[in-house]
């Protein structure tokens, strides 16, 4: 790569300083608001049911191609796009389902149905796939492998590529949103030992969570080798001179491992991410440490890569907050598969968490940042501080409040269930093929997009192309993702975070 050439790619996304959180939130409700579509059209229509090209089509346009227009096309206007896929799913709910009668007729039967009568169809999962977390994780996914490459095209605002030191923006949420994300399938294989009564020594810990790292180390080798080899504009003070997201992915689960050990102390996986966050940031505050992450001379090892070393601590934070929430939203509550009625209530205590957890965590957010009523302090993604800590947990929290709301309107025989069988059947038919397949596969989609990216750079001028041919390349490269994922489900490979 031309050395001037690297240098603008460099300068383009450098020193930026972000927009404002409620832009932030209008561009990421497109995805509720499009799961919501696919949901009426599914729940009232069967649309999804026989899942041929047209669904497919319906499926990739409204769960990636809306999400490619609100941080593109529709920028400067998101709320016009949530409208105008609220509005014809709210319209489908005025027009009478086309199962009605069938409902009517099995309404019957549930009602006189006996408990034990379900059981010889299999005992309820006490760990049931949830698909509000599967829209949740896939949408995040998308919206993640998208803006790494549209930020390199002007279609792309400045103000959603990530702030230099201060501030928000889109991208910001999305890096923190990787990691909240992450915790909250972390808890699923701590709950399934609990279960089975289970436990594993520390240093049974540190061996299977050093193994799950070692593939993502290699993979930040790889990207230093690559990126130096190549001459790829890089952006230093991201996570340092030779540190990358990856290597912070790698350190969360040893990480994780000794923490595990504090949980005699602190119980509450969400204290822990409080007490953490806490104290990385009355280190920041009461010590040179931000002085020194923000202006020491890169002149040996530690000093290079201080941003990725240093922040690390604010992202186990957010490790930790999703986690916690994923003990609260994964395993199903006792009582709750013995009725309908108890299924019911059981449901609304779940979203009665959901948003008083996001209450909850942007209240912190609100104290910490206030300038009238609390600390007066300003959000750093490359510091990881507190309020960037405060504000990823409660935005992903409140989004899970939004995707556990659309599933229980449009589903409810999902968590009605009585029995094994029919909950799985229930849960596919409320479950989007294309959020499904992201999710399944999200490491390993976010290792082709990363290559991806970086051919697209390498094969044309991404700082003068049109915005048409812009949109062209960006369209066949969330296709090309997609197929990706779609294919490797078929084929029943996983490979998640």
């Keep these: 790569m031309a050395q001037s050439y690297k240098n603008l790619k460099e300068d383009f996304v450098s020193n930026l300083a972000g927009g404002e959180i409620s832009e932030i939130n209008y561009v990421t409700a497109v995805a509720p608001a499009a799961v919501l579509f696919w949901s009426a059209l599914q729940s009232r229509r069967g649309f999804f049911a026989d899942y041929g090209l047209a669904a497919f089509l319906a499926d990739f346009l409204l769960n990636v191609g809306a999400i490619l227009l609100a941080t593109t096309l529709y920028s400067s206007a998101p709320i016009l796009l949530v ?23 099995s309404k019957s039967k549930l009602i006189n149905e006996r408990p034990d009568a379900s059981k010889e169809r299999g005992k309820l999962d006490p760990l049931p796939v949830r698909p509000f977390i599967t829209a949740y994780r896939g949408a995040m996914m998308i919206i993640t492998c998208l803006a790494i490459l549209a930020v390199d095209f002007k279609v792309f605002p400045r103000r959603f590529a990530k702030v230099e030191t201060w501030g928000t923006s889109l991208m910001d949420m999305g890096v923190g949103s990787f990691v909240f994300s992450a915790g909250v399938v972390s808890a699923r294989p701590i709950l399934k030992d609990r279960l089975a009564g289970r436990t594993a ?6 061996y299977l969570s050093a193994k799950h790292s070692l593939p993502l180390f290699i993979l930040g080798l790889v990207r230093i080798f690559s990126v130096k080899g190549l001459d790829l504009a890089e952006h230093v003070t991201e996570f340092g001179v030779h540190w990358n997201f990856f290597f912070t992915l790698a350190l969360l689960p040893p990480s994780m491992a000794l923490v595990d050990s504090l949980t005699t102390i602190a119980p509450s996986t969400a204290l822990l991410s409080l007490i953490l966050g806490g104290i990385y940031q009355l280190v920041l505050d009461f010590t040179n440490l931000t002085a020194f992450i923000l202006t020491a001379a890169r002149t040996d090892l530690l000093r290079q890569n201080r941003e990725g070393l240093f922040s690390f601590f604010g992202y186990l934070a957010i490790f930790l907050a999703g986690q916690a929430a994923g003990f609260d939203i994964l395993p199903r509550r006792s009582g709750s598969g013995s009725s309908i009625a108890s299924a019911y209530t059981q ?14 965590w942007a209240t912190i957010f609100f104290l910490t940042t206030s300038s009238k009523y609390g600390l007066n302090l300003r959000v750093s993604r490359r510091l990881a501080n507190f309020p960037y800590i405060s504000w990823v947990a409660a935005f992903n929290c409140t989004q899970l409040t939004l995707f556990c709301a659309i599933e229980t309107w449009n589903f409810p025989k999902v968590y009605k269930a009585l029995d094994k069988l029919s909950e799985n059947k229930e849960t596919e038919k409320a479950t989007s093929k294309v959020l499904w397949a992201f999710n399944r596969n999200g490491l390993a989609i976010f290792l082709l997009a ?30 090309l993702l997609t197929a990706v994922a779609v294919a490797l489900d078929r084929w029943n490979i996983s490979y998640k975070l």
């Design 201 to 206: 020594n520390l240093k049974l810990r540190l």
């Design 83 to 105: 409208a105008l896929l609220a509005s014809p799913a709210l319209l489908l709910y005025l027009v009478p389902p086309r199962t009605e009668r069938r409902k009517r007729l």
């Design 347 to 360: 449901r609304k205590r779940l979203l009665t968490r959901l948003a008083l957890t996001s209450i909850f």
């Design 450 to 479: 990363n290559p991806l990216t970086g051919f697209v750079n390498l094969s044309m001028n991404t700082l003068t192309i049109s915005r048409e041919r812009a949109m062209g390349v960006m369209f066949a490269y969330s296709v």
